[in-house]
């Protein structure tokens, strides 16, 4: 058998208030129906005390409490009977409706109603007194009344409850979207400093390798003046990127994004750092005039065409590294094709993350990209990078 759960502290309070109010009443004699119940006038006591254990179930029994309560008020019928009693009653129906089940909002109301009816039309039947309707008025006070008071505030308080959790899940998810804005924002960091520094670092690192190996002089100088070169512009990056990160209250203009405008000089610097690892650079850009990509869209491309530089640096052969450009009114594809042979190892260490950063930028854009190896058409070996980019069709400049 399963035990009764332990009463709620208000409940207990309640429950004991009613009784003492009810032994109050009866000793002074203050009774609902004196000289017209069963003797001994005790008897009053026991739906009393039958109705104060009901309201110990009021918030954990809530429709056993009602059925208690509902037969002692019928016991309290036949006895000299106590207001205690009655005012009980009306708290079970009310506590019925609040803490039941979601059947019971439904159901103890309507069924208040038309037993107030039934009340009212069969004291009129039995006594035929226009005073009968005061029964049924009095029957009203104790179901009726509690129980749409009951609908009312479980009403009330489930849209509360509703509210804050709501309230709840937006902050949730705003805390959710500040987490991933972040998350985006430190990746876009992330790939723009890799962009910025890999390309330079890596020139110093092949040309200082250079320098320390051959021990000629005018090597030696020529190297340090192209590492010298790469500090000055990587640093001259770096400042820039880091003024845009930082508030500058509006004192100064943010540095114009690179365009391709820029890939002539992209490629000079390439050929600068590559031309003792005896790599040419080649552009072939068949893009029409008068077409130019929204900015994200040029922002990737030249991105993209600069890390590709940057790898061919590292990890190509001595051969031709190939850059194409071109765009019609949908794509704007950008290709980089570079020897690839059998070295043992990369000029200037990388961190891989290259290829993460493009994959990214083409992502965000909702191209296509792919690198690897090919296999060209007299059997060599080239690596490949290719990017698609969608272009907002009609956002082309006259």
């Known amino acids: 058998m399963t035990a009764l759960p332990r009463p709620h502290r208000d409940d207990v309070l309640i429950a004991v208030a009613g009784l003492l109010g009810g032994l109050l009443l009866w000793s002074l004699g203050l009774d609902t129906r004196s000289g017209h119940g069963l003797e001994p006038r005790s008897l009053a006591l026991l739906p009393l005390a039958v109705m104060s254990g009901a309201e110990l179930l009021r918030r954990t029994r809530p429709n056993t409490a009602l059925a208690i309560g509902a ?22 129906v009310y506590a019925a409706v609040l803490y039941g089940k979601p059947a019971a909002v439904r159901r ?22 226009a005073q009968a309707i005061l029964v049924g008025l009095l ?5 009726v009344a509690p129980a749409w008071t009951g609908v009312s505030v479980r009403t009330h308080r489930d849209a509360a409850e509703a509210a804050q959790l ?37 020139a110093i690192a092949i040309h200082s390798t250079a320098a320390l190996s051959l021990d ?16 000055v512009e990587g640093l001259a990056e770096m400042r820039g990127l880091i003024g845009l990160l930082r508030d500058s209250g509006g004192d100064e203009e943010p540095a114009p994004a690179p365009t391709l405008a820029g890939v002539d000089a992209l490629l000079d610097q390439s050929r600068t750092n590559g031309a003792a690892s005896g790599l040419e650079f080649t552009l072939e850009d068949t893009r029409e005039e ?28 001595p051969g031709r590294v190939a850059v194409t450009l071109a765009q019609d009114d949908r794509t704007l594809t950008v290709e980089v094709t570079s020897p690839s042979g059998d070295r043992p190892g990369p000029r200037a260490p990388g961190s891989g993350a290259g ?12 191209g296509q990209f792919e690198a690897g190896p090919v296999t060209t058409g007299d059997g060599g070996k080239v690596w490949q990078v290719r990017a698609r980019l969608p272009v907002e069709e009609g956002s082309g400049k006259a």
Do not use: C, W
């Open 216 to 231: 000629d002089p005018r090597t030696s100088r020529e190297a340090l003046g192209v590492i010298r070169e790469n500090s």
């Open 355 to 366: 290829l993460v950063g493009m994959r990214e930028r083409v992502a965000l854009l909702d």
């Open 108 to 129: 103890i109301p309507a069924v208040s109603v038309v037993a107030t009816a039934a009340v009212t039309v069969t004291a009129l039947v039995v006594f035929q007194d």
């Open 139 to 143: 029957f009203a006070v104790l179901t």
């Open 71 to 92: 037969l002692s008020m019928l016991a309290d019928q036949f006895t000299y009977g106590s207001v205690a009693t009655f005012a009980m009653f009306t708290d079970v």
């Open 290 to 317: 008068g077409l130019e990509p929204p900015t994200p869209v040029e922002l990737a491309a030249y991105r993209i065409l600069q890390e590709s530089l940057t790898n061919a640096l590292k990890h190509a052969s």
């Open 166 to 202: 709501r309230a709840e899940q937006t902050a949730l998810l705003a805390e959710m979207d500040r987490t991933q804005a972040v998350t985006a924002e430190r990746a876009r960091m992330a790939r723009e400093l890799h962009d910025l520094v890999a390309g330079h670092l890596s």
